[in-house]
């Protein structure tokens, strides 16, 4: 089945880790993008990539990395100098590299850093 | 991006249509609306989008005012599996194709049995 799959579900790290988040989609879609989300609260976007090799910050991309080396995967490295690491965090993909078209979501990985 | 308003939360009784509101009263012309939602602990799902003309698909339809300043998301017959959180997003694609949504708090709606 085409979708967009992320791994693991929950991850536990100490702090001060770096810990990667996979993400991998089969949808063929061009754009792909991190969000994070905490209790309560909406989505911020963290990093976006609308092709391989390319990639632009988000709303909040202190404390990450990501990179784009293949079309299908998108995966995102929360290093040690984000200070509050700990929440959910969803992949998303999209066909086109512009105008509209709706993002597909993973199912998230929820990140607990103590 | 236009900012938008939703209420926190609404119930809604099952078999029921549900009416979803959204202001987005500083949307421009060249601005969509959109709707996703999103299950507890589950990434979001896309519902549904429109610009001035009303919507209809498999899930839902979306009511846009003639002004374009607010809108109605309507699930015709509501059922448990409905109980998510509806996130009604404005925006609009900036030239370069920069992107990625704006998600606000959303409103929790819950199917009551």
Redesign the interface.
Known sequence: DGG?TQSPKYLFRKEGQNVTLSCEQNLNHD?M?W?RQDP??????IY?S?IVNDF?K??IAEGYSVSREKKESFPLTVTSAQKNPTA?Y?C?S?SG????G???????T?LTVT | DAKTTQPPSMDCAEGRAANLPCNHSTISGNEYVYWYRQIHSQGPQYIIHGLKNNETNEMASLIITEDRKSSTLILPHATLRDTAVYYCIVRSTPPGGADGLTFGKGTHLIIQP
Do not use: V
């Open positions: 967009i754009a993008y969000y309560g609260q909406g989505l911020r976007l976006y609308q632009q988000g709303d959910f969803l998303a999209r590299t512009g105008g509209f709706e993002q597909y979501f993973g199912p998230g929820r």
